[in-house]
């Protein structure tokens, strides 16, 4: 079975400053990972994924992740904070690789982010 | 990126009806489309995958017959919650996916509200 946790259900960060949300998860096998972004009313989009090929993964819109075996996390990050990245952020853990699989999702943080 | 678009965006019905909610791929087509739930501050939570042309794969826990699901064509997938009562009020979201190697695109979601 797979599972992810994601620590923090708010958070709160300042214009400019790093963002930084928490993920770990939970395989029997090796996972493959994914981090969306929810604007409200709108669906999920993805802003990354890690598929076994690099452990540090690049995304849309300056955001990145790293992906820890030895932690078993995958937390997300974004050096400067914008106030557009005001959002909802999912991770999530599929069995299958490019996103076609099914999905396991945290619990979701919302980013707030004051000027 | 491809949109998937929901209908209702919003609905409420009274207790013991049925209601229709719809998912559509708009610019590609959808060969599996994957039907969630959510419920407030809680993980999106798979309810069932469906395959064009094929009787849907319901995950553990989720009545068939209450959430019927219908994937008739390449572009157009449904979900019918029949006799609805107010614990069936939740937000619905649809993804699609147009198969091995393709991404999964989510829809906006469907708020019900069951009174």
């Known amino acids: 079975a797979q599972s992810v946790t994601q620590l923090g259900s708010h958070v709160s960060v300042s214009e400019g400053a790093l963002v930084l949300l928490r993920c770990n998860y939970s395989?029997?096998?090796?996972?493959?990972l994914f981090w969306y972004v929810q604007y409200p009313n709108q669906g999920l989009q993805l802003l990354l994924k890690y598929t076994s090929a690099a452990t540090l993964v690049k995304g849309i819109n300056g955001f990145e992740a790293e992906f820890k075996k030895s932690e078993t996390s995958f937390h997300l990050t974004k050096p400067s904070a914008h106030m557009s990245d005001a959002a909802e952020y999912f991770c999530a853990v599929s069995d299958l690789p490019d996103s076609w699989g099914k999905f396991q999702f945290g619990a979701g943080t919302q980013v707030v982010v004051t000027p | 990126g491809a949109v998937v678009s929901q209908h209702p965006s919003r609905v409420i019905c009274k207790s013991g009806t049925s209601v229709k909610i719809e998912c559509r791929s708009l610019d590609f087509q959808a060969t599996t489309m994957f039907w969630y739930r959510q419920f407030p501050k809680q993980s999106l939570m798979l309810m069932a995958t469906s395959n064009e042309g094929s009787k849907a794969t319901y995950e553990q826990g989720v009545e068939k017959d209450k959430f019927l699901i219908n994937h008739a064509s390449l572009t157009l997938s449904t979900l019918t919650v029949t006799s609805a009562h107010p614990e069936d009020s939740s937000f619905y979201i649809c993804?699609?996916?147009?198969?091995?190697?393709?991404?999964?695109?989510f829809g906006p979601g469907t708020r019900l509200t069951v009174t």
């Open positions: 395989s029997s096998v090796p996972p493959y």
């Open positions: 993804s699609a996916s147009s198969g091995a190697r393709g991404e999964q695109y």
